[in-house]
């Protein structure tokens, strides 16, 4: 009886109802979402889903991979602590201790730096804001605070994301005597570091925007941005020679710890759990973090609106664009044309792949940052902290010099190819249907060309930098021959590795579904690369001893690669065969790679 009478009650789905009727009904189920809300909701969607994003809905799972990819490792390290606090007959003594706080500040500072860097172009306005939303029947006040309240949330969202893990394992890994103590100095020089971080690429870009204008900005910002990332990455990368050498650099004076801002923040965790029996370089170090803190944020504060404005103003105006050659470039181009750009297909491929890097800023972003971790990785390999009393410097070290070709040539291919299959949104791709169809073997080995070029030219400039820097017992020719031909056999070797499966036009295609697994993104990274550089340092001298073996791992290198170009050919001859189309290819006539 009662499922009658609510039946009876509720009109049936296939009724027909006016829009009168349906705005009457249900009022209490209709959420009214605010114009500011939704404009909140609407930057933070572009933060995540700008132009890296494709239009197959992946945003998600980037993300996801961003909050392992930031939150995993201060969990890591605290799981790997709960060893060395519970040995038996072994207590870890007072810089020890500090040494563990170290990583915590220096990381939680490194990850939000770059997280800001890596939303540098979306922080300020760009073409969509001034085009479409100024458009609307939207105040310019209110648009400022959205945007400003969307960037206070992603600050905040990733600042809670860096650290949140590690303070759940982190007591019991350590054990320590006051957990309240440790638990407030914790989150206090965690929080300060990470807003330091954020805020100081925050202030730095609204100062210079503001000082410059967006013209000249743009100009210096993709080397600011590298940069930036570099010096991070640096200081992370040192922590186990600077946690080693804590007690060095902050009990003799060195004047070097006032400067660095990790100890800034380790000053307040230590400051906090020592209480008034703390070293006075530690009471000094928080008294800076706490003015250097409140500076950068009113730095940040005060530049904001009026890089906001400059932006703006300058989008609406538009930039003054001057089509020609670069008479400097062009002697370049003439001998890449006459070389390894010998085809029109290569030739169109070439340029094709220059403008795209140069005129996307996500696919920039891309490549600074795995330019700044391939730099960061060679002086960390290269140069060891030395400390003998209140002074300091670095020492090279000959492992270190001997493993920077390798690691060049890694990075710079593997950041190339992630670069070509970025997850970008391609829905313009189509062009490619109608003038090409599907991608064949010429434009595939154009691609794989330029990035074999690219990275033999950065790679012999490494070895070149090795052969200078060695001590004079390694200056000659075999040491100089073997480090060419390292240069030489892993640009080749790893392009046709990196690029086997590769069948699509560089921004063209997505990755496939097995790499968008976080774990399976991490194995060429953790286990690859040191496997590769290990190996290699290894068999460098061996190689050096005399010119025959160079001569015959020159020869060994080249059959790989003829081998490696054989199997690749056929993998793209049985691409091409394939009656069968994908789904971008079904719809393309219908609907040009359009969503309704």
């Not at 949140?164 to 054990?175: C, H, N, Q, S």
């Not at 932006?311 to 001057?322: D, K, N, Y």
């Not at 690749?568 to 009656?579: D, P, S």
């Amino acid at each position: 009886m009662m499922p009658a009478l609510q039946r009876a009650g509720k009109p049936s789905r296939e009724t027909v109802l006016s829009l009168e009727v349906l705005a009457r009904s249900a009022p209490g189920d209709t959420q009214q979402t605010t114009q500011f809300a939704t404009l909140v909701r609407h930057f933070l969607d572009r933060f995540f889903t700008g132009e890296m994003a494709s239009a197959d809905g992946d945003a998600k799972t980037r993300l996801v991979q961003a909050v392992c990819a930031i939150g995993v490792p201060g969990l890591v390290i605290a799981l790997y602590l709960y060893t060395p606090y519970h040995l038996p007959h072994r207590v870890r003594t007072y810089w020890e201790q500090a040494g563990d706080h170290y990583f915590y500040v220096v990381y939680s500072l490194v990850a939000m730096g770059l997280v800001t860097i890596f939303e540098w172009d979306l922080i300020f306005p760009d073409l969509l804001d001034v085009f479409v939303l100024a458009s609307l029947p939207v105040r310019e006040g209110r648009l400022f605070r959205a945007r400003v309240t969307a960037i206070f949330v992603l600050i905040a969202a990733a600042l809670f994301d860096a650290n949140a893990l590690a303070v759940l394992v982190l007591p019991a890994a350590t054990d320590p005597s006051h957990l309240f103590r440790f638990l407030v100095a914790h989150i206090v020089a965690t929080g300060c570091g990470g807003i330091f971080g954020a805020a100081l690429f925050l202030a730095l870009e609204g100062v210079l925007l503001g000082l410059l204008g967006d013209r000249l900005f743009r100009k210096i910002a993709l080397w600011l941005q590298g940069i930036s990332v570099l010096a991070l990455l640096l200081a992370l990368f040192a922590y186990p020679a600077v946690a080693g050498a804590l007690p060095a650099l902050l009990q003799h004076g060195n004047r070097i710890a006032l400067w660095f801002p990790p100890f800034w923040f380790l000053g307040i965790e230590q400051r906090i759990l020592d209480g008034p029996v703390t070293p006075a370089v530690f009471s000094l170090l928080a008294r800076i973090a706490f003015g250097a803190t409140a500076l950068v944020v009113a730095v940040a504060v005060a530049s904001y609106p009026l890089a906001w404005m400059r932006r703006t103003r300058s989008l609406v105006e538009g930039a003054v664009r001057r089509d020609g050659q670069n008479l400097a470039i062009a002697p370049v181009h003439t001998l890449l044309h006459a070389t390894l750009a010998r085809t029109a297909q290569c030739r169109a491929m070439w340029h094709f792949i220059g403008q795209n890097l140069l005129r996307v800023p996500r696919y920039r972003m891309v490549l600074v940052m795995y330019g700044g971790a391939g730099a960061a990785l060679v002086f960390a390999a290269i140069a060891r902290l030395k400390v003998v009393g209140a002074g300091w410097g670095f020492v090279l070290s000959p492992d270190g010099v001997r493993a920077a070709v390798p690691i060049i040539a890694f990075w710079t291919v593997s950041g190339l190819r992630s670069t070509f299959l970025a997850p970008a949104d391609q829905r313009g791709r189509w062009i490619f249907s109608v003038i090409l169809g599907k991608a064949g073997l010429p434009q595939v080995r154009a691609a794989h060309r330029w990035v074999f070029a690219w990275s033999l030219l950065l790679s012999e400039a490494t070895a070149a930098f090795a052969c200078a820097v060695q001590p004079a017992g390694f200056r000659e020719l075999r040491f100089a021959t073997g480090q060419a031909m390292v240069a030489f056999a892993l640009s080749l070797l790893l392009t046709d590795v990196f690029f086997l499966y590769v069948k699509t036009i560089p921004f063209t295609g997505a990755k496939p579904n097995s790499e968008t697994n976080f774990a399976l993104l991490l194995i060429p990274y953790l286990g690859f690369f040191p496997a590769i550089v290990l190996f290699t340092v290894g068999l460098e001298p061996v190689l050096e001893a005399s010119f025959a073996r160079l001569a015959a791992a020159t020869a060994v290198a080249c059959g790989a690669h003829l081998w490696l170009g054989h199997w690749h050919r056929v993998q793209m001859e049985a691409h091409e065969l394939l009656a069968a189309v994908d789904g971008d290819e079904e719809e393309f006539p219908q609907r040009l790679g359009l969503r309704y």
